[in-house]
């Protein structure tokens, strides 16, 4: 990185962040305009409870909202000057994440892929669906619910993805199709709404890692809303053909939103070809 | 020259900026873009392309040797441009005008093809944020 600085400002990281700093805060007077931009983007914090979350008229805690994935309750991607705590879902010192067991020949098949393998691999590469769990697990983007007694509809912004939780106790059928947000039961735990799911498209990946699934993969997703602006939702993985054993999630916050939900149709993806090209020149290379 | 080293100082901020903080992009930079290859644009706005998974802007740059190319940058997916305040009235608006760009050429040796890091429209200064900057 350092091959890339001008000499005359090559000092130390820490004082290059102090520099930079004085620079894009102090450097950028280009007009009213700008000075009133830099403002707001450096008073995104981290939004407060705001209060008891509502509740339905069944006295179940109502999850509905538009919900942001981070602490801010706003958009915090491509921002400088944010409050590091508001970007996160949450702290990895404080509450951190396991990492997945795999069972060997899992592990095996994912170390053996390529960077360029890899990347092909993803659901956002590929504009395909996130399913279920990824769509908690790797969205940047908000999500809609729309909660009634019967029924939690889940409205993504990425891909104008949806989906439709039924809540009012039915089962899950004996032999559901595979679907990328599985098909779904669910039941209450205090304030907490547990959804159960079985039957997932094997096309879909757990995280962007590599992180495949099987055909026995059960997902529990567990929803709380501690208060008005937060939504805390932790996923459990159980996929005994892919998993030594079962995978939680840290208790991700998603916040409380005003702004505009988005639309994104994934039509021009560049990403297939370039990568392709960049996959053919490493096979030659071999 | 002091314009510069103001311009590659915040560059280098916004990557440090990005690179400290998750991912929160439509897939990987590193796997598609040359951090060894990030360098400042200078030119002309020529065009925009406001699409999904990635916007693309395409500036008009004097070589070294005095030949005029057309870049074209990819930027983030359009919804993370909105929630950090650019639009495309924002780009229509600068159509025709100059445009500073910090940019790492893709790795696959495509020519004139970037991904954009960060921009600023000469018109108003803002450094606006494009993408994953990792150099």
């Known amino acids: 990185m350092s091959a890339r600085i001008h000499p005359g400002v090559l000092c130390g990281a820490a004082v290059a962040l102090l520099c930079a700093y004085v620079v894009v805060v102090h450097g950028q007077r280009g007009g009213a305009a700008a000075a009133q931009n830099r403002t707001t983007e450096y008073a995104i914090k981290v939004m407060p409870p705001g209060g008891p979350p509502p509740r339905l008229p069944d006295g179940h805690v109502d999850l509905s909202g538009h919900w942001l994935p981070n602490s801010a309750g706003q958009g915090v991607s491509g921002r400088d000057g944010v409050d590091p705590a508001a970007r996160r879902q949450f702290d990895p010192r404080a509450t951190p994440e396991e990492k997945p067991a795999f069972q060997p020949w899992a592990e095996a098949k994912i170390k053996a892929m390529t960077p360029v393998e890899l ?64 098909t779904s039961t669910t039941h209450w735990d205090g304030d907490t709404l547990v959804v159960n799911s079985v039957g997932f498209d094997e096309r879909t990946y757990v995280m962007p890692t590599g992180w495949f699934h099987s055909d026995a993969m059960k997902v529990t997703e567990r929803y709380t809303r501690p208060s008005k602006n937060y939504l805390i939702v932790q996923i459990t993985v159980d996929d005994p053909k892919v998993l030594a054993k079962p995978w939680t999630s840290a208790s991700r916050r998603w916040t409380l939103g005003n702004g505009e939900v988005y639309e994104f149709y994934c039509t021009n993806n560049h990403e297939l070809d370039e990568l392709g090209k960049l996959k053919e020149q490493e096979s030659y290379g071999k | 020259m002091k314009i510069l080293s103001r311009f590659t100082i915040a560059a280098v901020v916004a990557g440090v900026i990005a690179s400290a903080t998750p991912s929160f992009a439509h897939h990987s930079f590193a796997a598609e873009f040359d951090a060894s290859k990030c360098r400042d644009f200078s030119g002309t706005l020529t065009k925009v392309e406001w699409t999904n998974p990635h916007g693309f802007f395409h500036v008009d740059v004097k070589d070294q040797d005095g030949a005029v190319h057309n870049w074209s940058f990819q930027t983030y997916a359009l919804i993370t441009l909105r929630r950090a305040g650019t639009s495309l009235e924002l780009f229509k608006q600068n159509i025709g005008k100059e445009v500073w760009v910090r940019g790492c050429e893709a790795k696959n040796g495509r020519a004139f093809y970037a991904a954009a890091g960060s921009l600023k429209f000469a018109s108003d200064g803002v450094l606006r944020q494009m993408g994953q900057l990792q150099d």
Request: glycine content about 4%; hydrophobic content about 35%.
């Open chain 1, 119 to 182: 990347e092909l691999s993803k659901s956002s590469v590929n504009c395909m669906p996130r399913g279920l769990p990824a769509i908690w697990l790797q969205n940047p983007y908000s999500t809609v619910i729309v909660h009634t007694p019967t029924m939690m509809a889940q409205l993504y912004e990425v891909l104008n993805n949806w989906r439709l939780v039924y809540t009012d106790g039915r089962p899950v059928p004996k032999d559901p199709e595979p679907w990328f947000h599985g």
